[in-house]
Structure formats: structure tokens, C-alpha cells
């Protein structure tokens, strides 16, 4: 998501900090950002189709460069992934382990509870690795 998306969560909870009725904070701000990147993420998938970045094409030659190609690979191969699960398991996988959130916080701000919190997440794991394991060929979850 851009840095105007960013800046526009800020500003919607500045704007709605007044009906903020405790709890955890952390956990509110990013129901506010994920709301606003869902928002985000729909309209862009109805606009125009953009052309990925291919980082290949515009990185620096070196002498390890093909293991920097093999880990740009693995890594592309683990966003794929990442990108392949549904919006559900997705969305906890990315709370818990990227923003290292609790599974109370990441309860809170999906407003699921706690336990279909850790079902999903055990479900991402499950389809992660299975994709993982697969060539890049096959990459699908």
C-alpha cells in the first residue's frame, strides 16, 4: 500500500479518535489500516492492470549473483504463496507472524474470536508450507 494510504488510515482514526472506547490501541489502529488497505486493494483491482517490477531487470550484477538469484527466487516464491492464500488466512498470517501481534490483538482488530484466530492461522501455515514445498512451477495455494 502507498504512504497515501498511510497517511489516509492516520488521518480516519485522528478523525474518529473520539469514538475509540479503550482496549487495545494497537489493536484498533489496525482494524483502521486494514479497512482502509481492503478499500485500497479493491479499487486497484478494478483498475487498469499494472506492470510488476521485475527486480532482476534492474538490480546490480555481483559476484554471488547467483545466489542472490536462487534467494530472490525462494523469497518470490514465498510471496506467491503468501499472495495465493485466501483473504481470511492471509490476513491473520500476516498479523501474527509479520507485525508479531498476540492472538488477542489480532482478535480484536479482525473481530474474530480468538479461536478462529488460531484455526486460521494454523490453516495458513498448513496451505504456506504446502505451497512452499512445491516447484515455482506449481506455485497455487
Not at 480484536?108 to 505451497?131: K, N, P, Q, W, Y
Request: proline fraction near 3%; charge should be positive.
Amino acid at each position: 500500500m502507498p504512504k497515501d494510504g498511510v497517511q489516509e488510515a492516520s488521518l480516519r482514526a485522528f478523525r474518529f479518535f473520539a469514538q475509540f472506547r479503550g482496549g487495545g490501541a494497537k489493536a484498533w489502529f489496525l482494524t483502521i489500516v486494514r479497512n482502509t488497505c481492503r478499500t485500497w486493494r479493491s479499487r486497484q483491482v478494478r483498475a487498469a492492470e499494472s506492470i510488476p517490477f521485475d527486480e532482476l531487470a534492474h538490480s546490480a550484477g555481483g559476484t554471488d549473483a547467483e545466489e542472490r538469484l536462487a534467494g530472490r527466487e525462494k523469497l518470490g516464491q514465498l510471496r506467491d504463496c503468501i499472495e495465493a492464500l485466501p483473504d481470511e488466512f492471509r490476513e491473520v498470517l500476516v498479523l501474527r507472524e509479520l507485525e508479531e501481534m498476540s492472538y488477542r490483538q489480532v482478535a480484536e482488530a479482525t473481530g474474530l474470536a480468538i479461536g478462529t484466530v488460531m484455526s486460521r492461522l494454523s490453516r495458513a501455515r498448513r496451505r504456506l508450507e504446502e505451497c512452499a514445498a512445491k516447484s515455482p512451477k506449481e506455485t497455487a495455494v
